[in-house]
């Protein structure tokens, strides 16, 4: 099984739509990242958490919301999803000397 | 000038030869950096972490930092086609973990 798993893998919706991702993890990180990726444009950091009681935006936070339900799972929302979020988002977990550690993403269409 | 930057490539080199893949930061206080390894589709995959000057070898694969010139480098010896994918530089500038990271080269290895 997965260290890090992502569910959905694949999703397409339309414009309007609330879409969860979400993430859950084996590996007892307590720290747990979003992100998205774009073609040219590399990761790029939507929210973080370090705790179950800590949550902080990254570089590209409107639009989405989260909720670390606990130490083990970080679920991504898009309240009202628009096309040019349409991108693969990733799941990182990391320690706090460690670096981080990806699921297998999520590919998100959104017509 | 971004944080962390990469020539996009792609870059192509024979089977066999040394692959070069360089990346330049700009803040001097980062500390920690990483060398992740991204297939088409797929999620990036950590290779290589080095934290103080010089060169880290670990079978195929050395990372060279230099922090007085503020690059990182990642070489790749007797390079194979499964060699070939996008390899991403990150960077790390404090203790708490949250990485800046490059949009990436990509690396064709020409049989």
């Known amino acids: 099984d997965a260290d890090v798993t992502q569910t959905p893998r694949n999703r397409i919706t339309k414009t309007g739509k609330r879409i969860m991702l979400e993430c859950s993890q084996t590996k007892g990180h307590d720290r747990m990242y979003w992100y998205r990726q774009d073609p040219g444009l590399g990761l790029r950091l939507i929210y973080y958490s370090f705790d179950v009681k800590d949550i902080n935006k990254g570089e590209i936070s409107d639009g989405y919301s989260v909720s670390r339900q606990a130490q083990a799972k970080f679920s991504l929302s898009l309240e009202s999803a628009i096309p040019n979020q349409t991108a693969l988002y990733f799941c990182?977990?990391?320690?706090?000397?460690?670096?981080?550690?990806f699921g297998d993403g999520t590919r998100l269409s959104i017509l | 000038q971004k944080e962390v930057e990469q020539n996009s490539g792609p870059l192509s080199v024979p089977e066999g030869a040394i692959a070069s893949l360089n990346c330049t930061y700009s803040d001097r206080v980062s500390q920690s950096f990483f060398w992740y390894r991204q297939y088409s589709g797929k999620s990036p995959e950590l290779i290589m972490s080095i934290y103080s000057n010089g060169d880290k070898e670990d079978g195929r694969f050395t990372a060279q930092l230099n922090k007085a010139s503020q690059y990182v480098s990642l070489l790749i010896r007797d390079s194979q086609p499964s060699d070939s994918a996008t390899y991403l530089c990150a960077v790390n500038k404090g203790s708490n973990y949250q990485l800046i990271w490059g949009a990436g080269t990509k690396l064709i290895i020409k049989p």
């Open positions: 990182a977990t990391s320690t706090s000397n460690q670096p981080q550690h």
